[in-house]
């Protein structure tokens, strides 16, 4: 399960352009609560404590325990429903969080972290990792930072589908299982190895950069 770290806000009662700015420029991030059947209401959060908090996570999504001055409910659990960031300073414009019940089914995309070295890898061949994220739904309290899976056992000319994750309990993915996660292909080297010695075969794939991140 991932850390709920808890992130100070304020409500807040200006809105608009000129007022939005004026708090970036003060170091401050405008945001917005929503969900759990209640109003939306404006908050801002200091943005270094903001930045130290998100600079952690490995995901965009994240849970965070909001503890918020000036609300007729102070702490509320919340998911980081969206991030608005400027393109060309990084700086943090807007932030979206929604309020969260425990026994609430929430979305979020989290990356893919293939682990361990492949048999295939150890023999000369290439792992590809194609697809670094995927979408999950779980209750807040089963929401992991990563979806980790172990390749060891992954040979040349094998891969690794959606199906075949290893899901923590409680978390589930709406993705088509048949998606291709990784595969390991052979080298160019031993694709000319194999091409000089007459060797090679209908199940070996041929590793190029024009690869890319097709499946």
Same mark, same amino acid.
């Given at each position: 399960?991932?850390?709920?770290?808890?992130?100070?806000?304020?409500?807040?009662?200006?809105?608009?352009?000129?007022?939005?700015?004026?708090?970036?420029?003060?170091?401050?991030?405008?945001?917005?609560?929503?969900?759990?059947?209640?109003?939306?209401?404006?908050?801002?959060?200091?943005?270094?404590?903001?930045?130290?908090?998100?600079?952690?996570?490995?995901?965009?999504?994240?849970?965070?325990?909001?503890?918020?001055?000036?609300?007729?409910?102070?702490?509320?659990?919340?998911?980081?429903?969206?991030?608005?960031?400027?393109?060309?300073?990084?700086?943090?414009?807007?932030?979206?969080?929604?309020?969260?019940? $425990?026994?609430?089914?929430?979305? /979020?995309? &989290?990356?893919?972290?293939?682990?361990?070295?492949? @048999?295939?890898?150890? =023999? #000369? %061949?290439?792992?590809?990792?194609?697809?670094?994220?995927?979408?999950?739904?779980?209750?807040?309290?089963?929401?992991?930072?990563?979806?980790?899976?172990?390749?060891?056992?992954?040979?040349?000319?094998?891969?690794?589908?959606?199906?075949?994750?290893?899901?923590?309990?409680?978390?589930?993915?709406?993705? $088509?299982?048949?998606?291709?996660? /990784?595969? &390991?292909?052979?080298?160019?080297?031993?694709?000319? @190895?194999?091409?000089? =010695? #007459? %060797?090679?075969?209908?199940?070996?794939?041929?590793?190029?950069?024009?690869?890319?991140?097709?499946?």
């Amino acid at each position: 399960m991932a850390e709920q770290a808890t992130l100070p806000a304020e409500k807040r009662e200006n809105n608009g352009t000129s007022a939005s700015k004026k708090l970036r420029r003060e170091g401050i991030v405008p945001a917005v609560v929503y969900g759990s059947k209640q109003r939306a209401y404006m908050i801002q959060v200091k943005e270094n404590i903001f930045s130290e908090v998100f600079r952690k996570q490995a995901s965009a999504n994240f849970l965070v325990n909001l503890e918020i001055e000036g609300a007729q409910e102070k702490s509320k659990l919340a998911f980081v429903q969206d991030v608005q960031r400027n393109p060309l300073t990084g700086g943090f414009v807007h932030v979206d969080f929604r309020a969260v019940l $425990d026994d609430e089914t929430i979305s /979020a995309t &989290v990356p893919i972290d293939l682990v361990g070295e492949s @048999a295939g890898v150890k =023999g #000369g %061949g290439l792992l590809e990792h194609l697809l670094h994220s995927l979408e999950i739904q779980c209750k807040p309290g089963d929401l992991p930072e990563k979806i980790v899976h172990d390749v060891t056992n992954v040979d040349v000319g094998q891969g690794v589908k959606v199906g075949e994750l290893n899901f923590p309990d409680g978390v589930t993915t709406k993705m $088509d299982s048949d998606v291709l996660v /990784a595969l &390991v292909a052979k080298s160019r080297a031993s694709i000319a @190895a194999d091409a000089a =010695g #007459g %060797g090679g075969g209908d199940a070996d794939v041929e590793a190029t950069e024009e690869d890319g991140d097709e499946g």
